[in-house]
């Protein structure tokens, strides 16, 4: 099972930025996917959640509104656009599949830095 994603990049505040994560090795319409975030220092930290057919998406509060999680089960990719970003949202964006309660694979991660 192999995850990339892909998208990060250097941003001014109030930008925003679409995260992609291509998905390989495994049924992907079958798997709910979601996307974590690590700022230095930090712990990882849960970001957003899709299921397998789309039909429920949960955020945490500090994005909701400005982040969407979606996914395309043709393409085995699932995607994060982040609008309004803030300096605080600056991280390294890591995808994984879902499955219950568990993440069982991650990708490698894409750096977002946004300067105020």
């Known amino acids: 099972v192999q995850l990339q994603a892909s998208g990060g990049g250097l941003v001014q505040a109030g930008d925003s930025l679409r995260l992609s994560c291509v998905v390989s090795g495994l049924i992907f319409r079958n798997y709910g996917m979601a996307w974590f975030r690590q700022a230095p220092g930090k712990e990882r930290e849960f970001v957003a959640s899709i299921s397998a057919s789309a039909n429920i998406r949960n955020y945490r509060d500090s994005v909701k509104g400005r982040f969407t999680i979606s996914r395309d089960n043709a393409k085995n990719m699932v995607y994060l656009k982040m609008d309004s970003l803030k300096p605080e949202d600056t991280a390294i964006y890591y995808c994984?599949?879902?499955?219950?309660?568990?993440?069982?694979?991650w990708g490698q991660g894409t750096l977002v830095t946004v300067s105020s």
């Open positions: 994984a599949t879902k499955w219950g309660s568990t993440y069982p694979n």
